[in-house]
């Protein structure tokens, strides 16, 4: 079984800016890192290779409906973000509509942009906490811009549908998953998640 994340507590007086925290994740390529809002980072293993190949299953289904939409683009895993609380994270897939995307400038685009995407997934693996994510995916909803989170949980066959101001909601073992009206048409077919 993979190991947990390792988290990385850094005292105030050694925080890094957004600069260097960028420049530190460029110079680890192979390790998947984050920070969250008290600069503590977090390297997590790599998956194992069935939830890499559930996750890759998951951001072709979101690829192959963002290009037929064309209101927004898609974004893989290895993607951070900065949101408003400082924190940087990089969910498993997400979507962000081309205005919102649009209006960052060109070199906010090319590091840690600093914009929440209006659409997240997290696929939870083996080695994580559902604690943990619940409480990351509870960060995403007080950001703005958010306004659809899917947390799938495959040992248990559950989708946690996160919403801004709404209570999460939870299906059991479902055959799809809709967008709703964030991602109108867009419908996740779980047969090859679980």
Avoid at 52 to 66: C, K
């Amino acid at each position: 079984m993979l190991s947990s994340p390792i988290i990385l507590r850094i005292p105030s007086s050694m925080k890094m800016t957004d600069q260097q925290f960028f420049e530190f994740c460029q110079v680890n390529r192979d390790l998947r890192i984050e920070r969250n809002q008290f600069g503590d980072i977090s390297i997590m293993p790599p998956t194992g290779s069935e939830t890499g190949n559930r996750n890759f299953n998951i951001a072709g289904q979101l690829y192959m409906w963002s290009e037929e939409d064309g209101t927004g683009i898609c974004f893989d895993s290895s993607t951070g973000f900065t949101l408003s609380t400082g924190a940087e994270r990089s969910p498993d897939a997400s979507w962000i509509k081309l205005e919102r995307w649009n209006s960052l400038s060109v070199a906010q685009q090319q590091r840690f942009a600093p914009i929440c995407p209006d659409f997240i997934i997290e696929l939870m693996s083996p080695s994580d906490k559902l604690q943990l994510l619940q409480e990351k995916m509870e960060e995403y909803m007080n950001e703005p811009g958010i306004q659809l989170g899917w947390l799938i949980n495959r040992k248990d066959r559950k989708v946690y549908i996160y919403r801004p101001g709404i209570a999460v909601e939870c299906l059991d073992n479902p055959d799809t998953v809709s967008g709703d009206s964030v991602l109108p048409g867009f419908i996740l077919n779980m047969s090859k998640i679980w």
